[in-house]
């Protein structure tokens, strides 16, 4: 019904930067919280970032505060998360999950996940 594709992740130096996107298709009536996950080796999955429906409401984990930024676009059903001076333990494979009404059944919302993008920093 929807999916959620990520991209923009890769091979980046420490110091450097990265733009991830997200971009959801399917049956969408509308899309609520956005949220960027990441996952690194035999870690657990952390929140990163999540913004709301409409955009003027972020949140950030401590790790990534001051370094990262989460923005959407509505009109493309986008959410990016820029993300500057990446240190190497920013490395995982970053999830985007979606809270979507779609359009057919009752107005509830349902949580969909991305098939993650890998992002490496190393030297």
């Known amino acids: 019904q929807v999916q959620l594709v990520e991209s923009g992740g890769g091979l980046v130096q420490p110091g450097g930067s990265l733009r991830l996107s997200c971009a959801a298709s399917g049956s969408i009536f509308s899309i609520n919280v956005m949220a960027w996950y990441r996952q690194a080796p035999g870690k657990q999955r952390e929140l990163v970032a999540a913004?709301?429906?409409?955009?003027?409401?972020?949140n950030y984990a401590d790790s990534v505060r001051g370094r990262s930024i989460i923005s959407r676009d509505n009109a493309k059903n986008t959410v990016y998360l820029q993300m500057n001076n990446l240190k190497p333990e920013d490395t995982a494979v970053y999830y985007c999950?979606?809270?979507?009404?779609?359009?057919?059944?009752?107005?509830?919302?349902?949580?969909?996940w991305g098939q993650g993008t890998q992002v490496t920093v190393s030297s």
């Open positions: 999950k979606a809270k979507v009404v779609t359009l057919s059944g009752p107005p509830d919302e349902h949580e969909y």
């Open positions: 913004i709301t429906g409409g955009g003027s409401k972020t």
